[in-house]
């Protein structure tokens, strides 16, 4: 497996074919916000595709993606997920290993994953757990500290793979850098607590 950096077409397509499936509308950005974004250099866009199947020369076949929000070497996963007919084979896995490597000059690799605690039905509780579980079993850290970015809580874990883990006060501002970079001030003090 590898990652490819994708095209404006394929983003849009992605979206509108699983990114929509995938997150609920109160966690997905508009289309033209991602689009504005990546103009901007400030969001990547990465899809995973099988190396030994894949060519430049057609469409490629994603098995999954993850989207970026980039502040000059400070990173934040905006988006990541597996194809339903892909997952449970460890591509998610796959995934998060590919990333740590593309951006292996990264200085550090945030990651929001929802609030177990906060969880409204026995049901979401364990869905968030197995998240939380899953970023921590491949290698990312808690970093004790949670956030509300539109209304949803949110725990922060960092790659370890960095070249060095942050303090806690470290990791609030860099995301409050990361989200000041993405949005209007207004916005951003509305919708973004740490």
Same mark, same amino acid.
């Given at each position: 497996?590898?990652?490819?950096?994708?095209?404006? =077409?394929?983003?849009?397509? !992605?979206?509108? =074919?699983?990114?929509? %499936?995938?997150?609920?509308?109160?966690?997905?950005?508009?289309?033209? !916000?991602?689009?504005?974004? &990546?103009?901007? *250099?400030? +969001?990547?866009?990465?899809?995973?595709?099988? =190396?030994?199947?894949?060519? =430049?020369?057609?469409?490629?076949?994603?098995? *999954?993606?993850?989207?970026?929000?980039?502040?000059?070497?400070?990173?934040?996963?905006? +988006?990541?997920?597996? +194809?339903?007919?892909?997952?449970?084979?460890?591509? *998610?896995? %796959?995934?998060?290993?590919?990333?740590?490597?593309?951006?292996? !000059?990264?200085?550090?690799?945030?990651?929001?994953?929802?609030?177990?605690?906060?969880?409204?039905?026995?049901? %979401? &509780?364990?869905?968030?757990?197995?998240? &939380?579980?899953? +970023?921590?079993?491949? *290698?990312?850290?808690?970093?004790?500290? !949670?956030?509300?970015?539109?209304?949803?809580?949110?725990?922060?874990?960092?790659?370890?793979?960095?070249?060095?883990?942050?303090?806690?006060?470290?990791?609030?501002? &860099?995301?409050?850098?990361?989200?000041?970079?993405?949005?209007?001030?207004?916005?951003?003090?509305?919708?973004?607590?740490?």
């Amino acid at each position: 497996m590898r990652l490819i950096t994708l095209t404006p =077409e394929l983003i849009c397509s !992605n979206y509108e =074919e699983h990114m929509c %499936e995938d997150f609920p509308p109160v966690e997905l950005k508009p289309l033209k !916000n991602i689009l504005l974004a &990546l103009e901007k *250099g400030i +969001y990547q866009c990465f899809g995973l595709v099988d =190396e030994s199947d894949y060519t =430049e020369s057609q469409a490629p076949r994603l098995y *999954g993606y993850a989207y970026l929000i980039k502040v000059g070497e400070e990173y934040l996963i905006d +988006y990541l997920a597996i +194809y339903p007919e892909y997952r449970d084979q460890g591509l *998610g896995s %796959e995934l998060l290993k590919l990333i740590g490597t593309e951006l292996s !000059n990264a200085t550090s690799i945030l990651v929001e994953v929802e609030d177990p605690s906060s969880s409204s039905s026995p049901e %979401e &509780l364990e869905t968030r757990e197995r998240r &939380l579980s899953f +970023y921590l079993r491949n *290698g990312l850290i808690s970093t004790g500290v !949670n956030a509300l970015c539109f209304s949803v809580p949110y725990r922060l874990l960092e790659f370890k793979s960095v070249p060095r883990l942050h303090s806690q006060s470290e990791i609030r501002k &860099l995301y409050k850098l990361v989200y000041k970079t993405m949005l209007p001030p207004k916005m951003y003090e509305e919708n973004i607590k740490v």
